[in-house]
């Protein structure tokens, strides 16, 4: 693409090239520029439009491939990558800021916790149905198809932890990390 | 051959020309704004094309059900990325590149 060290861009657009300075470049170890250095959200109706009429099923499709991870294609991975693509997208068509206000850190950490501590559940749950950690098979006795749902459950739980962890790490590379945690690194140098 | 495996044929080499084309203009015109206008139609006719053409094959199944809503989410969501990508090109300010002394481009307009 048409970069900086492209020399048939940068004739005579010195203000389009200052505007393109990689948003590190001042060395203090950032990686995301703070808001006041952000270029402003400017909303466009086709962006907005699609992602409303998108975003559904796209979270469907996320849930879907999570489910079928034990019996098909997908799996909690891949399921929980599609659903935080959703958050994405309602990043880029509605603005980042007001997302990530509407998504505080606090749900998200709920929701990890919810992910991991399903997984703990069944895996812990091996030990009281069988004789070892995730032993899903034990759950047989519990109910029918015990296995086949627990596997299910585990898929789940790691589908909710990948789906908060990528929307996390997504609003601290657009919205910048704290200010108080770059204090507290600058310190320790 | 049936007729419908040569028009699932037809439609299946059509997709691979458009995403050739697209290719092409990908890797061979200036600037962002050339190589995203190459990129984006092309390569939505060309996969648009060429699921048909599977869907084709497939017959009236819950394959081809599910081929039709990829190819309905392909034709909104590939144009809207585009648009997506040339709009914050432009408010970045990135000039197209290329011959930018053809006399069909505005100058002024351009630096604004």
Redesign the interface.
């Known amino acids: ?2 970069g900086p060290d ?1 020399p ?2 940068t ?1 005579g ?1 010195d ?2 090239t200052e ?2 300075v990689a948003p590190d470049s001042d060395g203090s170890g950032r990686v995301s520029r703070p808001a006041t250095e952000r ?1 402003p959200y ?1 909303e ?1 109706t ?2 907005m439009t ?1 992602v409303r ?2 975003a559904p ?1 796209v979270l469907t499709l996320g849930v879907f491939v999570m489910f079928h991870g034990a019996s098909s294609a997908g799996g909690g991975f891949q399921g929980g990558v599609i659903a935080a693509t959703t958050v994405v997208m309602l990043g ?1 068509a509605f603005g980042i800021d007001p997302v990530a206000d509407r998504l505080r850190n606090e749900h998200l950490g709920i929701l990890l916790l919810a992910g991991v501590g399903t997984f703990l559940t069944i895996g812990f749950g091996g030990y009281l149905v069988g004789d070892n950690f995730l032993e899903v098979g034990g759950y047989e006795s519990v109910m029918h198809h015990g296995t086949k749902y627990s596997i299910e459950l585990v898929e789940v739980g790691i589908g909710v932890v990948v789906a908060g962890v990528i929307t996390g790490l997504f609003f601290l590379l657009g919205t910048g990390i704290n200010s108080v945690t770059v204090g507290a690194e600058e310190d320790t140098e | 051959m049936t007729p419908l495996e040569y028009l699932a044929a037809a439609l299946v080499v059509g997709g691979t020309f458009f995403g050739f084309v697209a290719t092409v203009g990908l890797l061979r015109l200036p600037g962002l704004y050339a190589r995203l206008h190459a990129a984006s139609k092309s390569d939505t006719l060309g996969s648009v094309l060429a699921v048909a053409g599977v869907a084709v094959v497939l017959g009236v199944s819950t394959e081809s059900l599910k081929l039709g809503f990829l190819l309905v989410f392909l034709l909104l969501t590939s144009p809207t990325a585009a648009h997506a990508i040339a709009r914050s090109g432009k408010e970045q300010n990135v000039e197209p590149a290329g011959d930018v002394d053809a006399p069909w481009i505005d100058e002024e307009e351009g630096d604004a």
């Open positions: 693409m048409s492209d048939e861009t004739s657009i203000a389009a505007q393109r270029p400017v466009s086709i962006i699609t009429v998108i099923f880029f």
